[in-house]
Nanobody
């Protein structure tokens, strides 16, 4: 399983960004997916996750109501729409995959992408 995140960049506070994650795997719909983020010197933080069908999503309290996670099983793709961004959202964002939903809901997913930098200026 290979994951490749993209879409990061520099945005002003209050702005929006959409992250994408291309997942190279034979049976994409067998995997639950998640987004995590990390600031240098701090522990990695769970952001959100989505189940196999895309009908159930789960978010960290810090992003609930501002971020939306989605997936396209026809395109083997995961997305994170980030609205009303805050400087505290600045981090490297990682996409992750696991067949077990609890692993991507704040646990330790088996597969990780390389990360994409998001910087929110005040």
């Amino acid at each position: 399983v290979q994951l490749q995140a993209s879409g990061g960049g520099l945005v002003q506070a209050g702005g929006s960004l959409r992250l994408s994650c291309a997942v190279h795997v034979r049976s994409f719909s067998d995997y639950t997916l998640g987004w995590y983020r990390q600031v240098p010197g701090k522990e990695r933080e769970f952001v959100g996750s989505i189940n196999w069908t895309g009908l159930s999503a789960y978010y960290a309290d810090s992003v609930k109501g501002r971020f939306t996670i989605s997936r396209d099983n026809a395109k083997n793709a995961l997305y994170l729409q980030m609205d009303n961004l805050k400087p505290d959202d600045s981090a490297v964002y990682y996409c992750a995959a696991d067949t077990v939903y609890t692993k991507t809901r704040g646990g330790e997913p088996q597969y990780w992408g390389q990360g994409t930098q998001v910087t929110v200026s005040s």
